[in-house]
C-alpha cells in the first residue's frame, strides 16, 4: 500500500503560480511512476503529468506544456506540481497517483493505470 497526501492548493490570480507537493508513505517511493490529475467542477478528472521512478522522463497533457513542471524528489518521498501562468481553466481538485513500477517515458494517462490515489487539494484560479 501506498499513502498519498497532497499539499500547497489555495486561491491565485490568474497568471500567478501555486506549488503542489504530494508526499507518499508505506512502500519504496523510488520504484513508482507519479501522476497528477484535476477534476473541475461538473467534469471528469483528467490527466495532467506524470514522471518516471527517477525523475528522467516526463509526459503532460498539451493544455499544461510550458507552464506546468512535474518533479520529484527520492530521498522525501515528495512528487510536485509547479504550476506558473495559471488560468481559470486551471481550476480544480487537483490528485496525485502512484503506479508501481519504473518504466521509461510515464506515458500512463489513464485513472486506471494509477493504483493509490491521495484526496485531493484545491485550486481556484480567479480571472
Known amino acids: 500500500q501506498v499513502q498519498l497526501v497532497e499539499s500547497g492548493g489555495g486561491l491565485v490570480q490568474a497568471g500567478g503560480s501555486l506549488g503542489l507537493s504530494c508526499t507518499a508513505s508505506?512502500?519504496?517511493?523510488?520504484?513508482?511512476?507519479m501522476g497528477w490529475f484535476r477534476q473541475a467542477p461538473g467534469e471528469e478528472r483528467e490527466f495532467v503529468a506524470s514522471?518516471?521512478?527517477?525523475?528522467?522522463?516526463?509526459y503532460y497533457t498539451d493544455s499544461v506544456k510550458g507552464r506546468f513542471t512535474i518533479s520529484r524528489d527520492n530521498a522525501k518521498n515528495t512528487a510536485y506540481l509547479q504550476m506558473n501562468n495559471l488560468k481559470p481553466e486551471d481550476t480544480a481538485v487537483y490528485y496525485c497517483?502512484?503506479?508501481?513500477?519504473?518504466?521509461?517515458?510515464?506515458?500512463?494517462?489513464?485513472?486506471?493505470?494509477?493504483?493509490?490515489w491521495g484526496r485531493g487539494t484545491q485550486v481556484t484560479v480567479s480571472a
Open positions: 514522471i518516471n521512478w527517477i525523475g528522467s522522463s516526463t
Open positions: 497517483a502512484a503506479k508501481p513500477g519504473i518504466g521509461g517515458v510515464p506515458q500512463y494517462v489513464r485513472e486506471q493505470q494509477y493504483d493509490f
Open positions: 508505506g512502500r519504496d517511493f523510488s520504484a513508482t511512476i
